[in-house]
């Protein structure tokens, strides 16, 4: 039986795509290998979001290839939005990968790869090393995966996709570029893929899309799905990545709110404080529009964990800009925050329109000084929980800490937990926990009743 491996880079979407690519790969009768060193397939999945993470994945690919030389029938595989986005001129680059396949395409994976291994066969015409012969980029606005259920590794946590794709165009953005346009899964889909992830043993279900609140099918909306999921038996926390902040209506707070089962957390993309760059950024919302939206949801969700992400340098970002992210910070006190410096992506619209003249170093700079102040109001934020007494689903073994364990709160905040004497709590168990102490990113506490 062939051996393939995959490795994952990127979102929970990418996530939960590896586990799809699993699945095709084992009806047509693959099997997991223990490594790289062990597979006759490696499937690298990929993101183009920032610069780095293009960077990062051109040089594992380069390092994989090496592996090539010891085992000759090895085919290497780059997989997602990397190759989607860059498309036949990334491809050129890397002449020891096989086979270059963008989302659309996953379902065609094993006809691919027969196809591949035909092409390089000796005395074939066409041979491998032809860009254009190893491009699987279509385009498919059909294509949801709904009937291929995911293989996932043992856990507390399922990754349900509900919709791919995102229609936003973010003028910074490379997902649309990468993932294509947006489509939604059925309900009754989602409603099917969250109950057998119930009935394999998971505890947790997370919804994913790029845009996951725009979901919408056969006149339903994101709220009526909430409304149907929250009551599913054997589900302990569901939660939901990413949404967008335009997508809130008092409803869907009102939704969130009623239902035990559902988070308490809001992941709010804010990007940026200032409203000249929000509107350059197309982001659809003004600073006082996502201000009232955080009143909103710590009124009607309360206890509610509320973090972000934030982009530090964006064309034309003046320090007015700049501070003006920095005071709603102050104002919102994010629990936790990711950070990044902007690099252009290809073929967005601030790549073609807009002059990147933010300096490398005041980027960098900013990016620190954000860096430090959300440190501090995590800190603060996490401190102020010390004393309380949370149920924390466990996930777990704490890495290098004894029988301590790990899991998390409803509100998503990752705790550490010493049991108490004589209990050995099991991944999927809810446990009630003190809390004792606790850092900017994690609160510890011990195991009660």
Same mark, same amino acid.
């Given at each position: 039986?062939?051996?393939?491996?995959?490795? &994952?880079?990127?979102?929970?979407? =990418?996530?939960?795509?590896?586990?799809?690519?699993?699945?095709?790969?084992?009806?047509?009768?693959?099997?997991?290998?223990?490594?790289?060193?062990?597979?006759?397939?490696? %499937?690298? =999945?990929?993101?183009?979001?920032?610069?780095?993470?293009?960077?990062?994945?051109?040089?594992?690919?380069?390092?994989?290839?090496?592996?090539?030389?010891?085992?000759?029938?090895?085919? +290497?595989?780059?997989?997602?939005?990397?190759?989607?986005?860059?498309?036949?001129?990334?491809?050129?680059?890397?002449?020891?990968?096989?086979?270059?396949?963008?989302?659309?395409?996953?379902?065609?994976?094993?006809?691919?790869?027969?196809?591949?291994?035909?092409?390089?066969?000796?005395?074939?015409?066409?041979?491998?090393?032809?860009?254009?012969?190893?491009?699987?980029?279509?385009?498919?606005?059909?294509?949801?995966?709904?009937? %291929?259920?995911?293989?996932?590794?043992?856990?507390? =946590?399922?990754?349900?996709? +509900?919709?791919?794709?995102?229609?936003?165009?973010?003028?910074?953005?490379?997902?649309?570029?990468?993932?294509?346009?947006?489509?939604?899964?059925?309900?009754?889909?989602?409603?099917?893929?969250?109950?057998?992830?119930?009935?394999?043993?998971?505890?947790?279900?997370?919804?994913?899309?790029?845009?996951?609140?725009?979901?919408?099918?056969?006149?339903?909306?994101?709220?009526?799905?909430?409304?149907?999921?929250?009551?599913?038996?054997?589900?302990?926390?569901?939660? *939901?990545?990413?949404?967008?902040?335009?997508? *809130?209506?008092?409803?869907?707070?009102?939704?969130?709110?009623?239902?035990?089962?559902?988070?308490?957390?809001?992941?709010?993309?804010?990007?940026?404080?200032?409203?000249?760059?929000?509107?350059?950024?197309?982001?659809?919302?003004?600073?006082?529009?996502?201000?009232?939206?955080?009143?909103?949801?710590?009124?009607?969700?309360?206890?509610?964990? %509320?973090? &972000?992400?934030?982009?530090?340098?964006?064309?034309?970002?003046?320090? =007015?800009?700049?501070?003006?992210?920095?005071?709603?910070?102050?104002?919102?006190? *994010?629990?936790?925050?990711?950070?990044?410096?902007?690099?252009?992506?290809?073929?967005?619209?601030?790549?073609?329109?807009?002059?990147?003249?933010?300096?490398? $170093?005041?980027?960098?700079?900013?990016?620190?000084?954000? +860096?430090?102040?959300? $440190?501090?109001?995590?800190?603060?934020? *996490?401190?102020?929980?010390?004393?309380?007494?949370?149920?924390?689903?466990?996930? @777990?073994?704490?890495?290098?800490?004894?029988?301590?364990?790990? @899991?998390?709160?409803?509100?998503?905040?990752?705790?550490?937990?010493?049991?108490?004497?004589?209990?050995?709590?099991?991944?999927?168990?809810?446990?009630?926990?003190?809390?004792?102490? &606790?850092?900017?990113?994690?609160?510890? @506490?011990?195991?009660?009743?």
């Amino acid at each position: 039986m062939p051996r393939y491996c995959i490795e &994952t880079y990127g979102c929970q979407m =990418n996530v939960a795509d590896s586990e799809l690519l699993a699945a095709i790969l084992a009806r047509a009768g693959w099997a997991a290998a223990g490594g790289p060193i062990d597979a006759d397939l490696i %499937i690298v =999945n990929t993101c183009s979001v920032r610069e780095r993470a293009v960077e990062r994945v051109t040089g594992r690919v380069r390092t994989l290839a090496s592996l090539k030389a010891h085992h000759p029938g090895l085919r +290497i595989v780059l997989a997602g939005c990397v190759p989607q986005h860059l498309g036949a001129q990334f491809a050129a680059l890397l002449p020891d990968v096989d086979l270059f396949i963008g989302p659309d395409a996953y379902r065609r994976l094993p006809e691919l790869l027969a196809e591949a291994a035909a092409q390089a066969a000796p005395g074939h015409a066409a041979g491998a090393s032809d860009p254009a012969g190893r491009l699987a980029l279509e385009r498919d606005r059909q294509e949801t995966y709904a009937d %291929i259920p995911p293989l996932r590794r043992r856990g507390v =946590n399922a990754w349900v996709t +509900i919709m791919r794709g995102c229609d936003r165009f973010c003028t910074y953005c490379a997902v649309p570029f990468g993932r294509g346009r947006e489509r939604s899964l059925p309900g009754g889909a989602v409603l099917t893929a969250v109950r057998q992830a119930v009935d394999e043993g998971f505890r947790a279900v997370t919804l994913l899309g790029q845009a996951v609140t725009s979901w919408q099918a056969a006149g339903h909306d994101f709220a009526w799905l909430i409304d149907q999921l929250a009551l599913v038996p054997g589900l302990v926390h569901l939660r *939901f990545l990413a949404p967008h902040p335009t997508d *809130f209506s008092p409803r869907l707070l009102e939704t969130v709110a009623r239902h035990a089962v559902v988070a308490r957390h809001l992941h709010l993309p804010l990007q940026s404080g200032s409203d000249r760059i929000l509107a350059a950024m197309r982001r659809g919302y003004t600073r006082d529009e996502y201000l009232a939206l955080v009143r909103d949801a710590r009124r009607l969700i309360p206890g509610v964990s %509320i973090t &972000t992400d934030l982009l530090l340098g964006f064309p034309g970002e003046t320090q =007015n800009d700049y501070q003006q992210t920095l005071d709603l910070m102050d104002e919102v006190r *994010f629990d936790s925050a990711f950070m990044f410096a902007y690099s252009p992506r290809a073929h967005t619209y601030a790549a073609r329109m807009l002059p990147d003249d933010v300096p490398a $170093e005041v980027k960098q700079q900013r990016l620190s000084q954000v +860096i430090e102040r959300q $440190e501090r109001h995590s800190g603060e934020r *996490f401190a102020a929980l010390v004393g309380t007494r949370r149920p924390v689903l466990v996930e @777990g073994r704490a890495r290098h800490a004894g029988r301590q364990c790990f @899991g998390r709160c409803l509100d998503f905040r990752p705790v550490v937990i010493t049991p108490a004497a004589g209990a050995e709590p099991s991944p999927g168990d809810v446990v009630e926990v003190e809390i004792t102490r &606790t850092t900017s990113h994690t609160l510890t @506490g011990r195991q009660v009743g």
